[in-house]
């Protein structure tokens, strides 16, 4: 008797095999209509969007806006009603943003639940439309996870870009609360801080991984004077600079203001939209707030620095930080003096760091005479392998 063939059962596909997902739906931390673009998510996400299909959720907040909690409280509400207002958008082939409207009220459970079934019910649908039925879910945002829970997925990967609950604006316990169920469920964590990675290593275990932030090297390199804004140029040199949020949470503004008194002969420039006491600061001659400038624009405003400089206050918040602002720096070749925090050892021979107000104008004042620790060609080069395409590379290695 002649036996039939044996059916041949195919077992289990290999990580080799695994067919990619259908995407990655990123929930920021900022809203991309009108944050700096330079953010983590933002990059790594636009770099994904070249092999994959993006969604980028543009950030439901950490509370409610509250007046004398939280700082230009109408100005605030109205952006975002000016976000949610245009929804969906395709900035770029393959990478698209949505603005739900969020309803942050993370102080109580039944606020949570609300707000995240309003927002998990519009990112469905958006989902839907573009075909994402198994993506990748990307965390930046503590407060996503209320959202995300429930979701299909094929992982969840927590990006650890901060510790949002030592944010002064955060709203207490809750948000400590998702991010410690975002570090104890996340399929994976990736982290910019070595320091903050190494205080969670007992929670997250072989799940952490360091990404690192990275740096567009095309778009930071050095502008000619000629090609340089006329209101910075306007300004006489030499220029002490600074560009980025100046939010009194992070940025000292007792020692920029020690600053300007100290270096009279130089100019302090300021970019960069101000949540704090910039009036305390332009008093001083010799200080320039130019206020906010697109991310398109700033390489030609920071190639105009004489020395570029990170004023952080000695925080929970800063102490586990990796501004990306540092990379830029360096990708222009400036030499940069910084505050102390963790990050900063791992550039030992790249960057000047200073404690307190009288060793940072010092330092400051000496970095003007005799410029940076290294040349500037050797600067630029020191981040010449962090192409935020590295950073996505490695990400997508990762989670697929």
Not at 114 to 121: D, M, N, T
Not at 153 to 168: I, K, T
């Amino acid at each position: 008797m002649t036996r039939p063939p044996l059916a041949v059962v195919p077992g289990p596909a290999t990580p080799e095999e695994a067919p990619p997902p259908s995407g990655y739906v990123c929930f920021s931390a900022q809203d991309w209509w009108y944050h700096n673009r330079a953010h983590s998510d933002f990059q790594l996400m636009r770099q994904v969007a070249g092999q994959r299909r993006v969604l980028v959720v543009n950030s439901i907040g950490m509370r409610m806006p509250v007046p004398g909690r939280s700082t230009h409280v109408l100005r605030r509400i109205f952006r975002k009603l000016r976000s949610v207002a245009k929804f969906v958008r395709r900035p770029f082939p393959g990478f698209y943003v949505m603005s739900p409207l969020p309803l942050p009220l993370y102080g109580s459970r039944l606020g949570r639940r609300l707000g995240a079934a309003l927002v998990r019910a519009q990112v469905r649908v958006v989902c839907l439309a573009l075909g994402l039925r198994r993506p990748v879910i990307v965390a930046t945002l503590p407060t996503a996870w209320d959202v995300v829970r429930p979701m299909r997925r094929r992982c969840l990967v927590y990006n650890r870009s901060d510790h949002h609950s030592a944010f002064p604006e955060s709203g207490g316990t809750s948000i400590a609360d998702m991010e410690r169920a975002l570090l104890e469920r996340a399929d994976h964590v990736v982290y910019v801080s070595n320091t903050l990675m190494a205080q969670e290593r007992p929670i997250t275990g072989e799940r952490a991984y360091f990404l690192d932030h990275g740096v567009d090297l095309d778009h930071f390199t050095r502008v000619p004077p000629e090609r340089r804004p006329a209101d910075l140029l306007a300004v006489p040199g030499p220029r002490i600079g600074f560009f980025g949020a100046l939010d009194d949470f992070v940025v000292d503004f007792d020692l920029l203001d020690r600053l300007a008194e100290e270096l009279p002969e130089a100019s302090l420039v300021l970019i960069g939209d101000a949540n704090g006491p910039t009036e305390r600061l332009t008093r001083h001659r010799n200080v320039y707030w130019l206020g906010f400038r697109p991310y398109e624009q700033i390489p030609a405003y920071g190639s105009g620095f004489d020395v570029a400089i990170m004023p952080w206050l000695d925080n929970e918040w800063i102490r586990n930080s990796n501004p990306i602002k540092l990379k830029e720096y360096l990708a222009l070749g400036l030499p940069v003096v910084s505050t102390p925090f963790g990050e900063l050892e791992r550039y030992p021979d790249q960057v000047i760091t200073a404690s307190g107000a009288a060793d940072f104008a010092e330092a400051v004042r000496t970095a003007l005479k005799e410029g940076g620790p290294l040349p500037a060609e050797e600067l630029r080069s020191s981040v010449a392998d962090a192409a935020w395409s590295v950073r996505a590379a490695d990400l997508m290695r990762l989670v697929e």
